[in-house]
């Protein structure tokens, strides 16, 4: 939603077939069964970090199915279900995954700490792999005592 409202924000920049198909990405309904992160990559000028990007766009969902994943406290992982990469418009790649295993939500309110990892496959043009590691808390996705992810 943060993304489409950025391109939303920033309209001479993207067409109205652009803002369009952001506002439809989001509400498709899907969201409500998927866990989705978002990532964007420019460097602080606002352009695109060139390796980075292309490793981005070069991705698909099965070459990044094995190494990618969500990782709850005890080490329980949650593999990518889907991912898309960056769109024009301002949207970022999405990496998203199952909201529910085993019937139950991925995640709550007592959770503690969930991890988001990726290791992209191939090479950028300095020899190094894209990898992707970030902690989050989950407290601190708490919004008027409702847990929002």
Not at 3 to 24: F, G, I, V
Not at 111 to 125: H, V
Request: net charge positive; aromatic share 12%; proline share 5%.
């Amino acid at each position: 939603q943060a993304y489409a409202r950025l391109a939303e924000l920033d309209s001479s920049a993207n067409t109205p077939q652009q803002l369009k198909a952001a506002r439809d990405f989001i509400d498709d309904g899907r969201f409500e069964q998927m866990v989705s992160v978002s990532v964007d990559c420019r460097t602080k000028a606002g352009r695109y970090y060139g390796p980075a990007f292309q490793s981005f766009n070069s991705a698909i969902t099965n070459t990044l199915r094995n190494d990618t994943y969500l990782e709850m406290k005890g080490g329980k992982r949650v593999f990518l279900k889907e991912y898309q990469p960056p769109a024009v418009g301002g949207i970022g790649a999405i990496f998203s995954f199952p909201r529910f295993v085993d019937g139950k939500p991925l995640l709550e309110p007592k959770s503690g700490e969930i991890r988001f990892y990726s290791l992209f496959p191939g090479t950028m043009s300095d020899g190094a792999r894209l990898e992707l590691n970030m902690r989050f808390k989950v407290d601190k996705m708490m919004y008027g005592g409702v847990l929002e992810y």
